[in-house]
């Protein structure tokens, strides 16, 4: 999990830039202090209310978000959440040491840019199949962008980070797909059991490790403030914001 | 007047398929539309009221028996969390490989379709099952095709359909199970080959969501909520799906009895003795919500059956339906593959509307041994029970993995149509 530096100025920059992450005219990202964009369609005090609710996200420990992801992946219901802490915190930290070790793996996939992400609720999305692709949504993208400026996060999120997080996330699913090696070691960084037999363990498979892992990777590729997670949850609140002014139209 | 009954079947097709009528209203309206253009009585023997509604109201009781039971023991192993466990636990031990999760959720698909059918099934293994697969990477309609082709898997051994069919049909049930253990193979060849080929094929998919950072996700989305109250429940109590099926094919108990015993070791292996009588009283009760809608179809095939085997009837429809249907073993094979999608949509071939009427026609004019019709509709079976985009199961697994019912069907109907192939061979094979 990235580390929480709130209010620490931008180690993100030159990180984001490296990765080709600085947005483009017209696409994700291009919405700059002033221009107008989507969260203009809601009234003052539904932004307002926006703002308080992100706020409130961001006063949680990066850690929240990984135990909050896993809590609702299935599999961990009921699971205490010590332990699901314990995990998050350990599935993020070994993201953080792969992008430390990036230069030992093999190339990204292709970067298709697509729309239609907020109607899915999707920034992203790795598939290794007809080709290995990552697809960026830039609707969304750009919604992420837009909110980091309306939030005051751009010392967490600069400009054009956020995709350059969103194309390292899903290099690191695509590290973790081609990779045997990696998930097995990730599996034995979780230190979950599965099957206990006298001296005989079987390591057990944490479903959202690898989500976990890829957040943290992209974090620290990026060198972001927070962990994307937190900007994932408040796009989730612009997104459910913005479908309620749909419904009122 | 053989052509007067089927433009009414075609008729109530469209009723069905406009939607304007529900699939049980509609079977007895053309129940009794049918008694009428064949000049049955009101009353007495072979009437519309006494023969039509009241016998046919009842025909196949022992079928809604089962169908209750079956639904009372699926309620019980969701409340005792077995179901949810087989999944967790097929997670954690294969859960770096997509391709493994996936087969294992299929048995665990299949287990459950042994027990119980439709959408409760389908409930039953996706509620965990769906996310489950999604989460380590499997795509959606994939996931909801793997539960969809697992409960078909599992159909030649759920017991209510062998009720059914041995009712329907007025077969033994040996004769039922005798040929769905031939069936069995195809299905299962083939729900196994569409997780190997689709894993294979789309390969897998993670997808940064903003769902799983929601307040919906975080808590608020019932099912889940539901799924989360769950412990895991003890490694003997996982037996419990297969106790009704061990004893029907294994020992040759009869079908109730088999599955009361089911209900019985679910509770003994999961519940504290004080918490028996109350959790018994409420996944009985809550059984019978879930089986309201089989039980509805039940009595109004019940009814349609005995509208079609009134002698008006089958005289009027003998000559048409003897003259339409092929009688060589291959013409049979190639012309009722061909016709497979008749039973989607609620279509006239689908075995749980008006199929069961042409089925009953077919046998009540002679034209195909009973065993032989049996084996065309159970073949017809594994086809709607998966790709029907009307079906209660496909159109909630759909749904719940975030795709269109018309995906799920794409993608899956190829594999059905090859396991309604395979039924169909082995009937013109040994029947015909």
Avoid at chain 2, 69 to 79: A, Q
Avoid at chain 2, 110 to 118: E, F
Wanted: hydrophobic share 50%; glycine share 12%.
């Amino acid at each position: 999990m990235t580390a929480g530096t709130r209010g620490a100025p931008p180690p993100a920059t030159a990180a984001a830039a490296r990765e080709g992450g600085q947005a483009r005219p017209g696409t994700a990202g291009a919405a700059g202090p002033g221009a107008p964009g989507v969260l203009d369609r809601l009234t003052p005090a539904r932004r307002a209310a926006l703002r308080a609710e992100c706020a409130r996200l961001a006063d949680l420990d990066d850690a929240e978000f990984g135990v909050r992801l896993l809590a609702a992946t299935p599999t961990h219901e009921g699971r205490d959440p010590a332990l699901l802490r314990r995990w998050a915190e350990a599935a993020a930290a070994f993201g953080v040491g792969l992008a430390a070790d990036r230069g030992t793996h093999g190339p990204a996939a292709r970067v298709v840019e697509r729309d239609g992400g907020l109607e899915q609720l999707l920034l992203a999305r790795y598939v290794s199949r007809p080709a290995p692709a990552v697809e960026l949504f830039t609707d969304t993208l750009a919604l992420g962008e837009e909110l980091a400026d309306l939030l005051g996060w751009r010392a967490w999120f600069p400009p054009g980070a956020l995709r350059a997080a969103a194309v390292a996330h899903e290099e690191a699913h695509c590290l973790l797909h081609r990779d045997p090696a990696l998930r097995r070691a990730l599996r034995g960084r979780t230190g979950h059991t599965a099957l206990r037999l006298g001296r005989f363990r079987i390591a057990g498979h944490v479903a959202g490790a690898d989500e976990l892992t890829a957040h943290g990777y992209a974090g620290a590729r990026c060198g972001l403030g927070r962990s994307p997670l937190l900007l994932t949850a408040a796009l989730a609140s612009a997104a459910g914001a913005l479908e309620e002014a749909r419904g009122q139209d | 007047m053989g052509i007067v009954i089927l433009l009414l079947m075609l008729v109530g097709v469209g009723l069905m398929l406009a939607r304007k009528l529900p699939t049980a209203f509609a079977l007895v309206l053309l129940a009794v539309a049918i008694a009428v253009v064949v000049g049955a009585p009101l009353t007495g023997e072979n009437s519309i009221v006494d023969t039509v509604l009241q016998e046919g109201a009842v025909a196949l009781a022992a079928t809604m028996l089962a169908v209750l039971i079956g639904s009372w023991l699926g309620k019980l192993m969701e409340e005792t969390g077995i179901a949810g466990t087989l999944v967790r636990k097929i997670v954690e031990f294969g859960g770096d490989r997509p391709t493994v999760v996936a087969l294992g959720v299929l048995a665990v698909s299949a287990l459950i379709g042994t027990v119980t059918g439709s959408a409760p099934a389908a409930m039953m293994a996706g509620i965990i099952g769906i996310p489950a697969m999604v989460a380590v990477g499997v795509p959606k309609t994939t996931a909801a095709g793997t539960i969809l082709m697992g409960i078909a898997a599992g159909i030649p051994f759920e017991l209510p359909v062998w009720q059914f069919f041995s009712t329907a049909l007025d077969l033994p049930i040996d004769t039922v199970r005798g040929f769905m253990l031939r069936l069995f193979p195809f299905a299962a060849v083939f729900a196994i080959l569409f997780v190997l080929v689709e894993t294979r094929r789309r390969g897998v998919e993670h997808a940064w969501s903003l769902a799983s950072m929601s307040e919906r996700s975080a808590g608020g989305d019932r099912r889940r909520g539901r799924a989360r109250q769950l412990g895991d429940a003890p490694w003997y109590a996982l037996f419990a799906p297969a106790v009704p099926l061990v004893l029907a094919l294994g020992f040759g108990l009869a079908i109730i009895p088999s599955m009361l015993a089911g209900v019985l070791y679910t509770l003994v292996t999961t519940t504290r003795p004080r918490e028996m009588n109350k959790r018994l009283l409420r996944t009985l009760y809550a059984g019978f919500e879930v089986a309201a809608p089989p039980i509805a179809l039940f009595v109004a095939i019940g009814i349609l059956l005995a509208a079609v085997q009134l002698p008006g009837a089958v005289a009027a429809l003998n000559p048409l339906v003897t003259a339409l249907s092929p009688s060589h073993p291959v013409v049979f094979v190639l012309v009722f593959t061909l016709l497979t999608p008749l039973c989607l949509y609620r279509g006239p071939l689908n075995v749980y509307g008006l199929g069961a009427g042409i089925a009953g026609v077919l046998i009540s004019a002679g034209v195909y041994p009973a065993v032989a019709v049996l084996g065309l509709t159970a073949s017809y079976n594994q086809v709607f029970g998966v790709a029907d985009p009307t079906s209660t199961q496909t159109v909630w697994a759909a749904q719940y993995s975030g795709v269109s019912p018309q995906q799920v069907m794409l993608r899956t109907l190829p594999y059905v149509w090859c396991v309604a192939l395979g039924g169909l061979i082995v009937t013109a094979a040994t029947q015909l």
